[in-house]
């Protein structure tokens, strides 16, 4: 009885461990590995970090252009010290001086976008306590507003509101962009793994044949049937099956743990399961391009380049001739001893100046600052026509590729299935007596070559499937432009 329970409970932990092993081992497609190195990658976190430092910078911008209210005072402002005096006589006396100068003021101004000014607006009060003489004063703004004008400058308003809407467009598809090169690489680390999975199940296929036909080789020669070369041989390829499988368990840890760091996987054990089928979808060339040109970041910042270098053409324009700012306010203002007297029948006030900074000898700075932006957009031109034309032809490159990849896949395919069958063959002829080692030799090693070569044609032909979405941002299989939340 005891020795039956024993038995009872070392099946039942062996069964335990296999289904704890089970369930610690994930079968994964290449979807799935593509999804989750979008969802917990530390690029497609560092993609979202990104988008979200863009967007407040966005935010930053707008807040330029909306009214700002500002409180800004002195509370308290006391000083003690002694103060230069001049004296009737014309000689400077030191006298003490101990007081406190306290102000508070509040303020709001609005930017004007087309002129480049500001409309401002500002009630002010300030107290002055002189304890030495035992008195107070008062002044203070009930109200006042202004205006200010540059006037012959560079309008930094006006132009970022035309470069800074294209940069934030620009972020928002770079981000796509970003979660779009994820898919990419994972379909990389993807491919990595799955062929060193394929090269050990190969050799370790391998060292089970070559034990198995050695045994019966080991028959034969016993008979007189085959020779000791021939022997020797079968020996000499189940070292090297043996080594293979040494080689390839290597590999396929490494190929297993990038994919882990890179998706964020923590399962014990993963099995990755081949494509069984590729896009059937048709790309045309001239649609992949089109929808590049309205997607893609790159298409947003050719245009912005642009209208960068002619920005920096028109600040310099403006920072080389008459610089000039007209200021006016109007307002209301009065100083007395009693705070309610300040605001008692207070008197108007009035400021009209214009500010000139007028360069008379620069020694031909301001005309080389013109002529270097003027220089500086031409390259930009010419810099950005080169660009647009390396776009176009990557991605029609691309697209010829894709279905020259697709082709691949279908020849390599139908490739693995005779390799295959033409293997089985041999073996069952060897076994026979009917075909001599190398021959056996050769079928094995065209075997191995048409799988691998099937996987590498599979790996061609996601990776181009991959590298069109990242290049166009567009899935063509659901026809619909790609987006993100």
């Known amino acids: 009885m005891k020795v039956l329970t024993l038995i009872l409970i070392f099946l039942m932990f062996n069964l335990a461990r296999g289904l704890a092993q089970t369930s610690d081992t994930l079968k994964l497609s290449l979807t799935d590995i593509v999804q989750m190195a979008k969802e917990k990658s530390i690029s497609a976190k560092q993609a979202s970090t990104t988008r979200e430092t863009r967007y407040w910078e966005w935010r930053t911008f707008k807040s330029n252009y909306q009214p ?5 005072g ?76 540059p006037l012959f400058q560079y309008n930094k308003l006006k132009w970022d509101q035309r470069v800074e809407p294209m940069k934030f467009r620009e972020s928002k598809q770079a981000y796509i962009e970003s979660m779009e090169k994820i898919a990419v690489n994972a379909t990389t680390f993807f491919f990595d793994l799955l062929l060193a999975q394929v090269n050990l199940q190969i050799a370790e296929t ?15 020669y016993e008979l007189g049937k085959i020779t000791r ?10 070292l090297k099956s043996q080594k293979a499988v040494g080689v390839a368990r290597r590999d396929m840890e490494i190929a297993t ?28 060339a001239t649609r992949a391009l089109s929808e590049a040109y309205a997607n893609r970041a ?17 600040k310099a324009k403006g920072d080389n001739g008459i610089n000039a700012t007209l200021t006016a306010r109007l307002g209301f203002s009065k100083s007395s001893k009693q705070l309610a007297g300040v605001l008692s029948s207070p008197q108007d006030q009035q400021l009209l100046q214009i500010e000139l900074d ?30 647009k034309q390396n776009f176009s032809q990557e991605i029609l490159t691309q697209v010829t590729l894709f279905d020259m990849m697709k082709d691949q896949v279908t020849l390599t395919s139908r490739a693995d299935s005779i390799a295959s069958e033409k293997f089985l063959i041999a ?21 191995d070559q048409a799988k691998r070569d099937y996987i590498s044609a599979l790996r061609d032909f996601w990776g181009s499937y991959y590298d069109l979405r990242y290049l166009s941002l567009y899935d063509f299989d659901k026809d619909q432009k790609i987006t993100y939340q």
């Open 229 to 238: 070369n021939e022997i020797l041989q079968l020996q000499l390829e189940k």
């Open 74 to 149: 002195i509370l308290p402002g006391y000083s003690k010290t002694f103060a230069e005096v001049l004296q009737p006589n014309g000689t400077i006396d030191f006298q003490p001086v101990r007081n406190n100068n306290s102000s508070i003021n509040m303020s709001f101004s609005q930017s004007i976008t087309m002129t480049g000014g500001s409309v401002f607006g500002t009630t002010e009060l300030q107290r002055f306590d002189d304890f030495d003489r035992n008195s107070v004063l008062y002044r203070g703004t009930p109200y006042a507003l202004g205006y200010s004008q």
């Open 298 to 314: 790159d298409a947003i910042a050719f245009v912005r380049r642009i209208a960068e270098a002619r920005r920096d053409v028109a």
């Open 68 to 72: 700002q209210l500002r409180l800004s």
């Open 427 to 447: 073996k069952e002829r060897y076994l026979l007596g009917n075909l001599g080692i190398t021959d056996l030799s050769i079928a094995f090693q065209e075997k």
């Open 358 to 387: 007028i360069p008379i000898l620069d020694w031909g700075r301001s005309q080389s600052r013109s002529k270097t932006a003027k220089a500086n957009l031409q390259f930009a031109e010419y810099s950005v026509e080169q660009d």
């Open 257 to 284: 743990l990038n994919l882990r760091s890179f998706t964020g996987l923590n399962a014990a054990a993963i099995v990755l399961e081949p494509p069984r089928q590729t896009s059937r979808v048709q790309i045309v």
């Open 206 to 220: 391998n060292f089970s044949n070559t034990e198995n036909i050695l045994k019966v080789a080991g028959l034969k």
